[in-house]
């Protein structure tokens, strides 16, 4: 599933296309992906002028100059291609813009999904009212970790995780920032030193940095808008690499499951 450096680096490559632009048509080749389009989609949108590129946790955001939002998911394999030479059989929605600019959201699995909010009340709309901060705002730090996990005894993976807790982590960055922080994976969240929890905020900020500006990572059918990519699993430290040495201390890293998703950890240097 794309997640969040993905996302950001989709935002980033559509935004030169559409931000400014009006939009002069929108092809519905389905009604529904993951579930239905709103029904007034093409009314509300055709014509309207795209203010904005944003992002909200894994949620990529279209601002418009008529108060609407369009939210995009890209659920497990969905990706926009820009200016495509040819239509593809998993092309679903086709955007134009008035400089004959052209984007298609692509989703063989069809479990991602199109909204459209009033941007105006956005923050308070699902999914979106009960979603930590960003983990790379500032109000993501060692201070917020400790107030938010005071008294938790789930562990500190699960807990990153949970998206009422911090907004748009998932299950890759969060194995990788573990390791770059030190921490175990199984550590009760509530039991984690102040000062080790400076050092995970840092590392899940510097983590999913690296990984935007690798273009994110390549997951099943996931690519860039360009086409492109992302070849930030070349460098990742655990995920994926069972069995192979800790950039850390050597060791040899390990997997197991837990909550049906793997978890890849050191051993002897994530205490």
């Not at 894994?58 to 990706?79: A, C, N, P, Q, W």
């Not at 923050?123 to 970790?145: H, Q, R």
């Not at 030193?193 to 990572?217: N, T």
Request: positive net charge; proline residues 6%.
């Amino acid at each position: 599933m794309p997640e969040l450096p993905e996302v950001e680096t989709t935002v980033r490559g559509l935004a030169p296309v559409l931000e400014g632009r009006r939009i002069a048509s929108i092809e519905l080749r389905r009604d529904d992906l993951r579930r239905a389009f709103p029904p007034d989609l093409r009314q509300r949108l055709t014509g309207a002028r795209v203010t904005r590129l944003g992002r909200r946790a894994k949620y990529g955001l279209i601002e418009t100059d008529r108060g609407d939002t369009l939210v995009f998911h890209l659920g497990m394999s969905g990706s926009w291609r820009l200016d495509p030479a040819e239509t593809l059989a998993h092309d679903h929605v086709t955007i134009e813009t008035d400089e004959g600019r052209r984007i298609s959201l692509n989703d063989p699995r069809r479990f991602g999904s199109l909204d459209l909010l009033a941007t105006d009340s956005l923050d308070a709309a699902e999914p979106f009212a009960k979603m930590g901060p960003e983990p790379l705002g500032e109000a993501f730090d060692g201070a917020y970790l400790e107030r938010a996990l005071e008294g938790r005894v789930a562990p500190i993976k699960a807990l990153l995780l949970d998206q009422r807790i911090v907004a748009g982590l998932g299950n890759i960055y969060v194995c990788e920032a573990l390791n770059l922080a030190g921490i175990a994976p199984g550590r009760e969240g509530g039991r984690i030193s102040r000062m080790r929890l400076d050092r995970l905020a840092a590392a899940v900020k510097s983590v999913l940095e690296a990984a935007i500006a690798a273009g994110g990572s390549t997951l099943r059918d996931y690519a860039q808008p360009n086409g492109e990519l992302g070849y930030f699993s070349a460098s990742w430290r655990v995920y994926g690499r069972e069995g192979e040495a800790c950039p850390n201390c050597g060791a040899t890293i390990r997997r197991r499951v837990d909550s049906g998703r793997s978890t890849f950890f050191c051993p002897r240097c994530q205490r």
